[in-house]
């Protein structure tokens, strides 16, 4: 299952051909099965798929389409007993049914799982994905679990893609779809690995055609830091319905002006429906604003209202439900694509250009231009035209200010849908230097030698997005951040921890005292990291070059800068100072440097780190990458040594 929530068109779905049938006794298992003890090529794999099958069927008899899945994993280690609680890809909108499963045990006996069990579904990092899982039951190494389930939707509309590789080594992999005559089903295959192919096999009779495909001895989609999503990664296939015909051909997805034009609709259903049933929409646009504000004084103020007002349902999709526009505003709340369209409603209605734009986040799938699948996008946003440019607005976020996208949208492909054909653009990205941690640090040594002073942190741009609203109330904010500063200053008690937080400039500021506690005082001597509180310590890049399988990328580009201030009494001297640094490569910059005025007795060190670039594919991006951490690890290190004479 694709990680896409999709409310379906249910006058488009058709008649079909009632396919496949969900048997009742379970597949053998062979005795190499049983037997296998380890992986080729993956001796230390902790589990491995044995076989898999999955099979699209078209029902005739309902609006109710479903696709059918088996599958058979076996333990190998302690470490694969994981492996026991099953995850299945899956959304709010494909429900899953007729489940069962169990477990063979080494010494022969079967485990059924219980009727009872308990099913949790949650975020999972490494899909990028939403999972339900359920426990398999007395799961030991060695133990074989099969398990197989149906899982129903509401259309022939079924672009999710089969992945056929997981985080284990996976066998065997094999999915199919039947397609019935009058129907054309364009099966989209993506190879990621150079020596494995999908293999086919298509077979026509009198009703259609049954299409299979098959990949074998696959290994497992690394789960590397900072790596491109699964959804990306991974081989797979996708069943993209594009026409039906009848007396006439009907369009689905066939083209990229076929698939914007089903979802944009008529006054029955999509976009065109909720605009036509939007006139208390209109009349609240007119309440809020008025003919003397600005063009983006307007925008601005509609932006909030949407955003602000109107409570996000967590269904990031493109596709339009049936709700009118005005039921959603007198519900107050709505999905991701309601929302945007209600933006753009409100917009029109202030006498402004816009319109719809589809994206979707890199840390979830890149979008592929040449298959016109809707599924893949997740964000729908609103394009507006102020002062000849164009300006991209998500109200989904309430810490997304005017103007500003999740940093994993920009430098995305968008395609706007609301011209005579789809216009293909690029978003915008934030420059490094939009994006800063800027910590300043006045500290002083006094005469019986310890440290105290304070502190302050200011972050902009991206930085500062990922932290607004970091925890519920503002005193679990503070606490928050009282716990963030006493991990990166360790031996100092840190008091009168303040934090402001502004969503529409998109800034957080952080200011606090310190001063060294007293079991840490030396008395003659003090080290001070100068780097801190944005040091790097650890390499998060430490596979070395030829082991690192994925290519990585970063969620946004940034400057961290760090200025430390430090004073000390008569009778004092600086014994060891940080080097001056100037380092540049393709990854990006790392400055630093330090000044001494002794007349004075003061240090002024400065340590500037900036990441320039998003995504290294290869060997040598990757070879950079990890080196510019190698260096800044060890300039991070460096400390200020002030000693009494």
């Known amino acids: 299952m694709n990680n896409k929530v999709t409310v379906w068109f249910a006058c488009v779905v058709v008649m079909f051909l009632a396919v496949g049938v969900w048997a009742s006794s379970w597949p053998e298992i062979p005795a190499s099965d049983v037997e296998l003890t380890s992986v080729p090529d993956h001796p230390n794999a902790p589990a491995v798929v044995l076989y898999e099958t999955g099979r699209l069927v078209l029902n005739r008899k309902s609006l109710s389409c479903y696709f059918e899945v088996y599958r058979r994993i076996k333990v190998l280690t302690e470490e694969g007993l994981d492996f026991g609680s099953v995850q299945v890809l899956s959304d709010d909108y494909y429900r899953m049914k007729e ?65 056929f590789q997981r985080r284990i080594p996976v066998l065997y992999s094999q999915v199919s779809c039947i397609v019935p005559n009058r129907y054309v089903f364009y099966p989209y295959g993506v190879q990621t690995l150079a020596n494995r192919k999908i293999e086919s096999d298509i077979v026509k009779n009198r009703t259609g055609l049954e299409a299979t495909y098959v990949m074998r001895d696959l290994p497992p989609v690394p789960d590397e830091p900072y790596r491109f999503p699964f959804a990306d990664l991974s081989s797979r296939m996708t069943f993209l319905p594009m026409a039906y015909t009848s007396s006439s051909r009907h ?4 083209t990229w002006e076929s698939t914007v034009k089903l979802i944009q609709g008529d006054g029955r259903l999509g976009y065109k429906r909720f605009r036509t049933s939007s006139r208390g929409i209109e009349a609240e646009a007119r309440r809020i604003v008025s003919p003397a504000m600005s063009p983006r004084e307007r925008a601005e103020q509609l932006y909030r209202y949407v955003r602000d007002e109107i409570v996000t349902e967590p269904y990031p999709s493109v596709f339009s439900a049936d709700r009118r526009g005005d039921e959603v505003l007198k519900n107050g709340r709505g999905d991701y694509i309601e929302k945007a369209l209600m933006l753009q409603v409100m917009l029109e209605e202030a006498g402004l250009d816009a319109g719809i734009g589809w994206s979707n986040p890199a840390n979830v799938n890149r979008i592929d231009k040449d298959i016109a699948n809707p599924l893949q996008f997740d964000t729908p946003l609103v394009v507006v035209e102020l002062d000849g440019e164009r300006v991209f607005l998500d109200p989904t976020d309430r810490t997304l200010a005017f103007g500003r996208l999740d940093p994993q949208v920009e430098g995305m492909a968008c395609v706007l849908v609301d011209g005579k054909k789809p216009e293909w653009i690029t978003l915008p990205e934030t420059p490094a230097a939009g994006s800063q941690q800027h910590a300043t640090l006045d500290l002083a040594i006094d005469d019986d030698g310890r440290v105290a002073g304070t502190g302050r942190l200011e972050l902009t741009g991206h930085e500062a997005w990922r932290k607004l609203g970091w925890r519920d109330t503002p005193e679990e904010t503070v606490t928050a951040w009282h716990d963030w500063l006493e991990d990166r200053f360790s031996g100092y008690d840190l008091t009168g921890v303040e934090v402001e937080e502004n969503v529409d400039d998109t800034r957080v500021s952080v200011t606090w005292q310190m001063s060294q506690r007293e079991e840490e005082v030396l008395g003659d001597e003090v080290t001070l990291l100068a780097s ?43 014994e060891a100072r940080p080097d001056d640094r100037a380092y540049k490569c393709l990854a990006g910059a790392l400055d630093s440097t330090c000044t001494i005025d002794p007349e004075q007795r003061v240090l002024n060190a400065s340590r500037s780190l900036e990441v320039s670039r998003r995504d290294f594919v290869g060997l040598d991006p990757y070879r950079i990458l990890k080196g510019f951490f190698d260096t800044a690890v060890r300039s991070d290190s460096a400390t200020v040594v002030v000693a009494r004479e």
């Open 99 to 163: 489940l069962d499963a169990r477990t063979h045990l080494p010494d022969g006996r079967i485990v059924e799982l219980p009727s009872d069990a308990v099913f949790k579904s949650r975020y999972d990092d490494y899909y990028s994905a939403k999972v339900t899982s359920f426990a398999m039951p007395e799961v030991t190494v060695g133990s074989i679990v099969e398990y197989r389930y149906k899982v129903y939707f509401d259309s022939v509309l079924y672009p999710s893609p089969w992945y």
């Open 251 to 254: 369009q689905f997805f066939e």
């Open 532 to 574: 801190a509180p944005l040091g790097v310590s650890v390499n998060p890049f430490s596979l070395e070059v030829g082991k690192r399988l994925t290519p990585v990328h970063l969620p946004y580009m940034s400057i961290d800068v760090v200025d430390l201030t430090l004073r000390w009494p008569e009778g004092w001297r600086v």
